[in-house]
T-cell receptor, first 112, second 117 residues
Framework: SQKIEQNSEALNIQEGKTATLTCNYTNYSPAYLQWYRQDPGRGPVFLLLIRENEKEKRKERLKVTFDTTLKQSLFHITASQPADSATYLCALVKDSNYQLIWGAGTKLIIKP | DAGVIQSPRHEVTEMGQEVTLRCKPISGHDYLFWYRQTMMRGLELLIYFNNNVPIDDSGMPEDRFSAKMPNASFSTLKIQPSEPRDSAVYFC???????????????FGPGTRLTVL
C-alpha cells in the first residue's frame, strides 16, 4: 500500500542552525510534492511545491529537495528561529486523481 | 480576501445527534476539500468537489457522513447520527486549478473541533 513517512518524534534544533526534515514514500510515483506548516489550533499553510522533474526549490530560508530515486524529500530551514517552531507536513500528489496524500507531520522545536 | 471560513469553530454534541459543519471557500476557487485530522490518523481527505460537483467521496467513512455544495460559495459536511469516534478537527480547504493541477496550493480554513460525547 502507499505510505508516506515523516519523523514521528519531535525535532529539537538550536536557534541559528539548519533544521532538516525528511519525507519518505513507498509504492508511489508522485507527480509533485508539497510542504505545509501547521501551528497549533490552525489549518495547514502551504510553503513550497516541487515537481518530479525538479531537484531543488528555494524560498527565502526554505529549501526543498526531491529525489525520486530514493523516494525522498528533504525540507531545510536555514538560520532557524524560534518562530519556525511548528509541525511540518509533506503531501504527495498522483497525477491520476489529484488527491493529496499526507504524511503525519514532524514537530519542529527551535530553542533560543 | 478573508480566506476560507468555517463554522462553527467548536462543536460539542451528544452521541446520536446531527452535526452540520459549514465552509465558505475563497472566492474564485474551483476546488473544495473536506478533511478530518486526528492524532492517530493524521490528515485524511474525506471528499472533494470541483465546480460544486462531488468528484471523489471514497474517503467518507460511512453513510453517516454526507457533504453538499449547493453553490460555489458554500459547502456543508453533515454527520447523522454522530458517534464519539467522529471526534476530530474537520478542515475545509479550497484551491484554484493551477499549473500543477487542481491541488497546486490548498488554502485551509481554521477548522472545526468536533467533540461527540
Amino acid at each position: 500500500s502507499q505510505k508516506i513517512e515523516q519523523n514521528s518524534e519531535a525535532l529539537n534544533i538550536q536557534e541559528g542552525k539548519t533544521a532538516t526534515l525528511t519525507c519518505n514514500y513507498t509504492n508511489y510515483s508522485p507527480a509533485y510534492l508539497q510542504w505545509y506548516r501547521q501551528d497549533p489550533g490552525r489549518g495547514p499553510v502551504f510553503l513550497l511545491l516541487i515537481r518530479e522533474n525538479e531537484k531543488e526549490k528555494r524560498k527565502e530560508r526554505l529549501k526543498v529537495t526531491f529525489d525520486t530515486t530514493l523516494k525522498q524529500s528533504l525540507f531545510h530551514i536555514t538560520a532557524s528561529q524560534p518562530a519556525d517552531s511548528a509541525t511540518y507536513l509533506c503531501a504527495l500528489v498522483k497525477d491520476s486523481n489529484y488527491q493529496l496524500i499526507w504524511g503525519a507531520g514532524t514537530k519542529l522545536i527551535i530553542k533560543p | 480576501d478573508a480566506g476560507v471560513i468555517q463554522s462553527p469553530r467548536h462543536e460539542v454534541t451528544e452521541m446520536g445527534q446531527e452535526v452540520t459543519l459549514r465552509c465558505k471557500p475563497i472566492s474564485g476557487h474551483d476546488y473544495l476539500f473536506w478533511y478530518r485530522q486526528t492524532m492517530m490518523r493524521g490528515l485524511e481527505l474525506l471528499i472533494y468537489f470541483n465546480n460544486n460537483v462531488p468528484i471523489d467521496d471514497s474517503g467518507m467513512p460511512e453513510d453517516r457522513f454526507s457533504a453538499k455544495m449547493p453553490n460555489a460559495s458554500f459547502s456543508t459536511l453533515k454527520i447523522q447520527p454522530s458517534e464519539p469516534r467522529d471526534s476530530a478537527v474537520y478542515f475545509c480547504a479550497s484551491s484554484q486549478t493551477g499549473s500543477a493541477g487542481p491541488t497546486d496550493t490548498q488554502y485551509f480554513g481554521p477548522g472545526t473541533r468536533l467533540t461527540v460525547l
